[in-house]
């Protein structure tokens, strides 16, 4: 289930048990039971392999080549377009937005780009600036 997701067997677990808690699902034979009318489909993530895929689909569709994958690029983009199987037509689709802000492309885009066509400057701001506190403290010879 856990590769299935693209979470940890940990993560799993804990969601699964929180679901569990809450009464969300019921264990059964060989799996779990939706026991809520609604189950809130967006509890599923995308990992940042769906999101970096997306956007090299994206930019396979406008002729342009993919970009250099950048970690922290995607960790940013993955606090607002991770939710699985949502339809391209929806406003909270990654793919909707790009074909919103992104009509035309230069040739050569990067992550970065796309960040900043999405307007999440200041979030990959920050986690930059958290990368760079992780090596303030080390001397180096």
Partial sequence: MAKAVGLSRNTVTALLNECR?????????????????????????KTDAGIYKEICDFCKVKGVAVPKRNKS?????????NAIDVPNT????????????CKTLPEKVSLP?????LDMQEQYREILELENEKFTGFDFI
């Avoid at 009464?23 to 059964?28: A, D, E, P, S, V």
């Avoid at 780009?113 to 066509?117: C, D, M, P, T, V």
């Fill in 21 to 45: 808690q809450l009464g969300l699902i019921k264990t059964i034979e060989k799996g779990y039971e939706l026991t809520a009318g609604c189950f809130i489909n967006h509890s599923i993530r």
């Fill in 73 to 81: 690029a995607l960790s940013v983009l993955l606090t607002k377009y």
């Fill in 90 to 101: 929806e406003p909270i689709s990654l793919t909707y937005q790009l074909d919103k802000r």
């Fill in 113 to 117: 780009y796309f960040i900043k066509a």
